[in-house]
């Protein structure tokens, strides 16, 4: 079995060799390891390994994690990529660098009021629901190009560009990549500060490739890294 210092150099070389191909520079992609289930023993070892940006789904989880003394105080960011409720953003504000998973306006307007009442800035992104598939999270792209303008004037809180879980279909999949890619073009164009729309989080372990290729920003890779859970 490979160590998990070992699976992520293979997994950045495929990384290069994609934006190779794709005439991307490699520096435009940021590996986020999907962390959510392992533990600090195994989140440690990538850390030391280099990797930097870690990604968690459950609030309670991530919250022990932070405080472990193996990852405490330890320069990690940390992304919030599983779904958000409102009613859990109080416990996150402030403690990871980007959320992923925001899926609904009062959601976006909580993580605004809490900041606010900190004193910081937080940054996120829409989720979008591009297969369609009703047990998915996220916006139908035609509701979240509506609700735009709502988003931007949201105080101390960035909109920072969108993310999206795909099919698991290959063709499908690169499909879904490619309409997120065009959905933040829309987006951009409705954006006052179009410039600060940069991301596109999409891609796991067993697609980030085809992602790469279209447009992908921050890929979410797990199973890749960490091994079955």
């Known amino acids: 079995m490979e160590s998990i210092a070992a699976n992520l ?58 405080s472990d003394p193996l990852l405490e105080n330890q320069p990690l960011r940390w992304h919030f990529i599983g779904h958000l409720q409102s009613n859990k953003v109080r416990s996150i504000i402030g403690k990871v660098a980007l959320i992923h998973g925001v899926d609904r306006l009062s959601t976006a307007e909580e993580l605004s009021r809490r900041a606010l009442q900190h004193g910081i800035e937080a940054e996120y992104l829409l989720e979008v629901n591009t297969s369609g598939e009703a047990s998915k999270y996220g916006f139908e792209p035609e509701e979240l190009l509506r609700q735009a303008p709502s988003f931007f004037m949201l105080p101390n809180c960035t909109l920072r560009g969108l993310m ?19 959905l933040l073009d829309e987006l951009r164009e409705l954006a006052p500060e179009p410039s600060i729309l940069t991301e596109l989080s999409m891609g796991m372990s067993q697609d980030f490739e085809a992602a790469i290729a279209e447009g992908a920003t921050l890929i979410r890779v797990g199973t890749a890294i960490f091994g079955w859970r």
């Open 9 to 66: 150099a293979a997994i950045r070389l495929r990384i290069d060799a994609a934006c190779l191909k794709n005439h991307r520079d490699p520096s435009t992609v940021r590996l986020i390891a999907v962390s959510k289930t392992k533990q600090a023993e195994q989140i440690r070892e990538a850390f030391d390994a280099g990797q930097i940006d870690f990604g968690e789904s459950y609030v309670q989880e991530f919250l022990d994690k932070m």
């Open 164 to 182: 999206t879980i795909a099919s698991p279909d290959p063709a499908l999949a690169r499909y879904e990549f490619r309409r997120l890619h065009r």
